[in-house]
């Protein structure tokens, strides 16, 4: 562990926590945070070291969406607990109607 990294655990002390930010598209980040960090702090940050819209994003715990506002002690978060990150998809189309004039159709004439 480098002297950076090793002075920024006794700053923290005992009572850092260490919490992973997982994507559904496998990106990965990790935080170590006091108990009394706000999660909107949490969230700009993973925002900002992705370079992602902060509007494109849900943070889910245990299934629920996280709220800004509260405190890490507050949502319940523990050593190591990993909080879901869902990137909004873009693209993909929709369902599109079809009528049979926008079909194509091959026509086979055979044996003729």
Do not use: W
């Not at 909107?40 to 849900?58: E, F, P, W």
């Not at 990150?85 to 194509?104: H, I, K, N, P």
């Not at 159709?105 to 044996?111: D, E, K, L, M, P």
């Amino acid at each position: 562990m480098c002297a950076r990294r090793m002075a920024q655990v006794r700053i923290m002390g005992e009572n850092a926590i260490r919490i992973k930010l997982m994507s559904n598209t496998g990106k990965e980040v990790q935080f170590q945070v006091k108990p009394t960090t706000k999660l909107g702090t949490i969230m700009h940050a993973y925002c900002q070291r992705l370079k992602l819209n902060i509007d494109s994003v849900r943070f889910l715990f245990d299934g629920n969406r996280m709220n800004e506002g509260l405190l890490v002690s507050q949502a319940g978060l523990e050593m190591d607990d990993i909080i879901d990150v869902q990137e909004a998809m873009e693209g993909g189309g929709g369902l599109q109607r079809r009528t049979a004039a926008s079909r194509d159709f091959s026509v086979c004439a055979c044996g003729e």
